[in-house]
């Protein structure tokens, strides 16, 4: 009977295993757009190791290399939304993807933007007119990959970036400012995103990274955190922290990020 119960478990264990492989091994490609938060050598890293579409690359056996190399990671650190902006714009991002290859029933498409757009626009008599303009350019990003075949596109929101350390050093005006502007791109961006629901053949995978943010600020014990007001010192060990620079997360930060889209991915 020993030998039964104990032949079941590991039945069973790898079963699960088997189950989790398999539903990580769903895709055998990444696309990434994006901006600094996703750069892993386009313009540079800007943390101090992986970005969280590393993090999320590693679950699925894949591995991600910038663009500029061949790779699959067109994210530029500084990019913006805007297509005004210049060719490092999540538009040009996503262009230059779409003229060179044909998106793949295998292929996980990542877009996550809008964070220097909204920085830009803070305390600017447009601002809400400049981020709507901002998630004006990401619809039409998911629109064309849709339309080319995409079958999985990930998009995850805006945090309340007056979070950073970057915006806090302006004071509670910044703070409160930022955060409204933040509120009203996730909103907005659910608007726009909401005309594909349904659509036939495409999976639209949303992440939640304000509600993240917040839960993290109510209890960073609860997420791995000691402190998530100031900014690692880059020569020195990082655990703990939530902010590698004024911006930037830290590795650890990231690698939370990578663990909620693997959840959102696998609930799909």
């Not at 020993?2 to 990580?24: E, P, Q």
């Not at 970005?51 to 679950?59: C, D, G, I, Q, T």
């Not at 996980?108 to 400049?130: E, F, K, S």
Request: aromatic letters at 6%; one cysteine or more; proline letters at 4%.
């Amino acid at each position: 009977m020993h030998r039964l119960v104990c032949s079941l478990i590991v039945a069973a264990a790898f079963t699960l295993m088997s189950s989790s492989v398999h539903s990580l091994a769903a895709f055998d490609r990444i696309v990434v757009f994006g901006d600094s938060l996703s750069d892993n050598g386009n313009a540079g890293r800007a943390s101090n190791g992986p970005v969280w579409v590393e993090h999320l690359a590693e679950r699925f056996g894949l591995t991600l290399k910038p663009s500029r190399t061949g790779g699959s990671n067109y994210a530029v650190g500084g990019a913006r939304l805007d297509p005004r902006s210049g060719n490092t714009s999540l538009r040009a991002q996503a262009s230059a993807y779409l003229q060179a290859s044909k998106a793949r029933g295998s292929t996980l498409h990542i877009v996550y933007g809008g964070g220097n757009d909204l920085l830009a626009t803070v305390g600017q008599p447009q601002a809400h007119r400049i981020v709507d303009a901002a998630v004006a350019s990401l619809r039409s990003i998911v629109a064309d990959l849709a339309g080319e075949g995409a079958t999985d596109i990930l998009v995850p929101n805006l945090p309340a970036v007056g979070i950073t350390p970057a915006v806090r050093a302006h004071g509670r005006q910044a703070v409160e400012a930022a955060n409204t502007l933040a509120a009203h791109f996730n909103s907005a961006l659910d608007r726009a995103l909401s005309e594909f629901a349904g659509r036939a053949g495409l999976r639209l995978h949303r992440l939640d990274v304000w509600q993240m943010a917040e839960q993290v600020v109510s209890d960073p014990a609860a997420a791995g955190f000691t402190d998530i007001a100031a900014p690692c010192v880059q020569n020195r060990r990082c655990e703990g922290h939530l902010f590698w620079d004024g911006i930037h997360p830290t590795t650890q930060a990231h690698r939370r990020l990578a663990e909620a889209a693997i959840r959102v991915l696998e609930a799909q």
